[in-house]
Structure formats: C-alpha cells, structure tokens
C-alpha cells in the first residue's frame, strides 16, 4: 500500500502562497496523487489530482517531480477560509490501495 | 438538495445496542464507502461496495457491517455497539472506471456510545 507522509502542521498569513509537501516513496506506476481539504465536522472535498508533471485549477496547483516520490501542493494567496486540514492521497481506482493519512493542519492568520 | 445524504446526522446510544447509519446518494455512481474518523486523526476506510452485488472490507471492519439495498443506498450498521466505536461516520461515493477517481463525501454522522 502506497504511504504518503506529510508535515503534521503549517501556519502562514493572509495573501501569501503556501506549499504542502507529500512524499510517497513507493507509489506505484498506476496510482494517482490526490489532495483533499476538510473543514471541522464535514467530509473532505476534493482539491486537485494529478500524475505527472503540474496541473493547475482554480484553487490550486499541484507539482510532480519526474520520479514522483513527492508532491507539492501550491495554494495561491491564502486567505483565512483556507484553514483547515489537507491529505494527499496515493492511489488508483480500487479503494483498499487509498489511504488517508492524517493530513496537514493549515492555520491562516490575519 | 445535498448529493450525498447521511441519517442520522448525530447519535448517542448505550454499549450493546444495535444501530444502523444510512447514506443515499442521487449522484448515479456505483462506488459507495464508508469511513469513520477520530479526533485528530485521518479517515480509516470501513466498508466498500463496488456495485449493488460487491461488498469489501477495508482496513477496520470489526464489529461493523453493511449492506448495499440499491445503487443509490449503503447502509453501515454496528451490531454490538462499544464505547471505542465513538467517532465521526463518513459516506463516500465515486464513479467507477480507471485512475483515481474522486470520493463525494456525506456530512458524516456523529456516534458517541456510552
């Protein structure tokens, strides 16, 4: 099973970028590198996905070097309604190789 | 209207008592799942379900059970309920197909047994 390990908590400030660092040492050639975000009391919401190189959406970039041992998350900005806690998952379609880990508490400060 | 709907939303019950938590969805995809969470800690997968006739265990499934009635319905169910079973109950479901595909979470159910 594909384990990611991720730094347990991260403070920045309004306005600024903040990166996430995952790594998975043994992913697999067919699994995908996904984030979540959840907020207190309510089930995780799907960020970004990707499996190589960079992908790019509204709310975030996601950042994979060539031999995708790790991932970066990139939040552009932050404001405080980014406070909250995000996985990075490893994985492919059947879902006893997908694990949440215990994420990344980010906290934004005014 | 929500998606993916969980009933309850909170429950209290006493150690040996048998409770269901119930998850529908009107999102059509065939994948269901259920997690739990602790404070503190990520989501452990309990049960998976494929299609109405597939039925997985995850990494915790002692002292639960499931049953997939259709494809809009999974149900999780304790039959003898025990204090460390307290936690944050969560329904998920996805597409099928190839990759990874992305998990629509319910808005979790709150056990606590005493």
């Known amino acids: 099973l594909a384990k990611t390990t991720q730094p347990i908590s991260m403070d920045s400030y309004e306005g600024q970028e903040v990166n996430i660092t995952c790594s998975h040492n043994n992913i697999a050639t067919n699994d995908y590198i996904t984030w979540y975000q959840q907020f207190p009391s309510q089930g995780p919401r799907f960020i970004i996905q990707?499996?190589?190189t960079k992908v790019t959406n509204e709310v975030a970039s996601l950042f994979i070097p060539a031999d995708r041992k790790s991932s970066t998350l990139s939040l552009p900005r932050v404001s405080l309604s980014d406070t909250a806690v995000y996985y990075c998952?490893?994985?492919?379609?059947?879902?006893?190789?997908?694990?949440f880990g215990s994420g990344t508490r980010l906290s934004i400060r005014p | 209207d929500a998606d993916v709907t969980q009933t309850p939303r909170n429950r209290i019950t006493k150690t040996g008592k048998r409770i269901m938590l119930e998850c529908s969805q009107t999102?059509?995809?065939?994948?269901m799942y259920w997690y739990r969470q602790d404070p503190g800690l990520g989501l452990r997968l309990i049960y998976y379900?494929?299609?109405?006739?597939?039925?997985n265990k995850g990494e915790i499934s002692d002292g639960y059970s499931v049953s997939r009635q259709a494809q809009a319905k999974f149900s999780l169910s304790l039959e003898s309920a025990i204090p460390n079973q307290t936690a944050l109950y969560f329904c998920?479901?996805?597409?099928?197909?190839?990759?990874?595909?992305?998990?629509?979470f319910g808005p979790g159910t709150r056990l606590t047994v005493l």
């Open positions: 998952l490893v994985g492919y379609s059947s879902a006893s190789k997908i694990i």
């Open positions: 379900s494929f299609d109405v006739k597939d039925i």
């Open positions: 990707g499996y190589k």
């Open positions: 999102k059509g995809h065939d994948r």
């Open positions: 998920a479901t996805s597409e099928s197909g190839e990759g990874y595909n992305e998990q629509f």
